[in-house]
């Protein structure tokens, strides 16, 4: 078995792994990312909405099953930069109120160990880094910052008469931040294609482009692609983590380092763990607590359609207006809760892949006739709701998400809010974990060990040369998008590993 030395191993590419590799590059320590996909390719196939939805061209084939054993392919997307090659690209803070205890219809969102304070410089950071477009104050959630890099993307004249609507309502509709390259000198062509595709042009603020390939010019940084990391190896006391096996085109390799940064995504990263058990650490690695797994949540996702017959949507980039007002609760109704956001333009091959049944005309007048909204809401952490392993290596999903009825009651009123702004059919679709696009929650951080897998660090408790740094962290999942919060805590951690000579 050949055995390769680094100082420090990164697995995965994705928002956290790129972070810390950012933060590390430079330093004098070796860095070596373990990839398990290869790059996308840049093909037209990236913005046909039929190869990609339709034909599930860039999903993984891989098979996991869900609680009662029934199998599927997950939509899951292994590739450098990881999901982010996909993302919406919408770039958001959590609110102050999201790293402290809250109850939500009688259920716990608890605590961080970090606060948004202890954030809000990285917060600053990895917005340059992604390069996110936004305009401060006019959010009436938004937590203390400064101004955004890069101005706020106007709006195309569909959003722009939605927003005077909903400001109508004494709403106050603001702009999305958004990591995309847009304006007279950015690379975006205006597609139209763009959340759930793969940019063509390079225009999507991702971890590929915008993090991993500037450091490749570095002598020390290195990327492994198509190098799948099966387990982690203990020493003999089940203390240190001494390396990785990895398997890379038929071969199994052993990576060897001082220090491991687990990024594999939140369930992959809890995947790894529990493939790692040994004798040692009998319910796998970093899980004396038994945490590990568990507590996985994905969002409340709901997806409404304002379609209005005799108008079509032009709009080539709709991902520019957001709405906070109902982000601490309806006036009369305070648990039910979320953010309002646009999603990308719905087409018709979308809606026959979720619903195959209908004629491919009437999808495509849908697609044409709408405006979609999406409704996101806090998914409350359970214990039970968990990734495993079964018979060896088969991986369940056991999912179980919290707060479902406050969400139910919040996506009642968005549509109620949609109807007055002038959309006399609102249809909604309710997004599964079939799809995990906002998994978090199987690694959680904590004070506390005996509840908690890593520290406000992402460093395992129970072992000092481990890091978990990726959505698997969040102990909660706020209501807004993750991806940014992830970058964030993880250009923490990779300061912190780098000023404390950890390495
Ligand atoms: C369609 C879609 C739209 C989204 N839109 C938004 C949005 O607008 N805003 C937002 O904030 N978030 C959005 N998200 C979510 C966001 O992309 C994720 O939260 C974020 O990318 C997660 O980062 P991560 O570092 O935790 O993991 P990932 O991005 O999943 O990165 C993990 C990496 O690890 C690799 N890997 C996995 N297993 C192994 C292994 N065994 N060995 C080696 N490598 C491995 C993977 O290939 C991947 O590259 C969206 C996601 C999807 C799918």
Redesign the pocket.
């Known amino acids: 078995m050949q055995t390769i030395r680094t100082d420090v191993a990164i697995?995965?590419?994705?928002?956290?792994?790129s972070a810390v590799a950012h933060q590390l590059a430079g330093s004098g320590a070796k860095i070596l990312i373990?990839?398990?996909?290869d790059d996308l390719p840049n093909e037209p196939q990236n913005s046909d909405a039929e190869a990609v939805f339709v034909q599930s061209r860039y999903k993984t084939t891989d098979e996991w099953v869900d609680a009662k054993r029934a199998p599927y392919r997950p939509?899951q997307?292994?590739?450098v930069?990881?999901?982010?090659k996909?993302?919406?690209?919408?770039?958001f803070r959590f609110r102050e109120s999201d790293f402290t205890h809250t109850q939500i219809d009688g259920a716990t969102s608890p605590a961080w160990p970090v606060s948004y304070a202890d954030l809000a410089p990285y917060y600053a950071a990895a917005e340059r880094l992604y390069g996110v477009r936004g305009a401060a104050g006019v959010d009436p959630t938004e937590p203390p910052r400064d101004a955004f890099p890069h101005a706020a993307i106007p709006h195309e004249p569909v959003i722009a008469a939605l927003s005077d609507r909903l400001r109508a309502q004494g709403l106050h509709p603001f702009a999305m931040p958004s990591a995309i390259d847009y304006g007279p000198d950015g690379t975006c062509r205006r597609c139209g294609t763009c959340?759930?595709f793969a940019c063509r042009f390079d225009a999507k603020g991702d971890a590929d482009k915008r993090v991993l390939r500037p450091l490749l010019a570095h002598s020390d940084v290195r990327l492994d692609r198509n190098?799948?990391?099966t387990r982690l190896i203990t020493d003999g006391e089940g203390k240190h983590i001494v390396a990785a096996e990895v398997l890379r085109s038929g071969e199994i390799l052993r990576v060897e380092a001082q220090v491991f940064a687990l990024?594999?995504?939140?369930i992959?990263s809890a995947l790894?763990l529990l493939r790692s058990a040994c004798e040692a650490a009998p319910d796998g690695i970093a899980n004396r607590s038994d945490v590990v797994g568990r507590y996985l949540m994905n969002h409340h996702l709901t997806g409404l359609m304002g379609v209005k017959p005799f108008t079509t949507n032009t709009t080539k980039f709709p991902k520019t207006l957001s709405l906070n007002d109902f982000y601490h609760g309806l006036p009369d109704d305070p648990d039910a809760r979320g953010n309002i956001q646009m999603l990308g333009n719905i087409q018709g091959a979308m809606i026959r892949a979720t619903y195959p049944r209908t004629p491919r005309a009437a999808a495509d007048w849908l697609g044409r006739h709408s405006v979609d909204v999406l409704a996101m809401g806090e998914d409350l952490p359970d214990r039970e709701s968990r990734v495993r392993l079964l018979d060896g290596d088969r991986v369940q999903v056991d999912y179980r998400p919290g707060g479902r009825a406050a969400h139910d009651r919040f996506v009642r009123h968005v549509r109620h809010v949609l109807r007055r702004a002038g959309f006399p059919v609102v249809l909604r679709h309710s997004f599964g974990i079939q799809a995990p696009?906002?998994q978090c929650g199987t690694v959680r951080m904590g004070d506390d060990p005996a509840t908690s897998a890593l520290n406000a660090m992402c460093r395992a408790h129970d072992h000092p040369n481990l890091y978990v740094v990726?959505?698997g962290f969040f102990p909660s999942s706020a209501a807004l998008?993750?991806?940014?919060t992830?970058a964030a805590q993880a250009l923490r951690v990779g300061a912190h590993l780098r000023n404390a000579r950890a390495i």
Not at 34 to 37: A, F, M
């Open positions: 697995i995965g590419s994705g928002v956290g792994g373990l990839e398990r996909g939509g997307y292994y590739y930069g990881g999901h982010t996909f993302y919406g690209t919408a770039m959340d759930a190098a799948k990391v990024c594999a995504g939140a992959n790894i696009s906002h990726d959505a998008n993750p991806a940014l992830i």
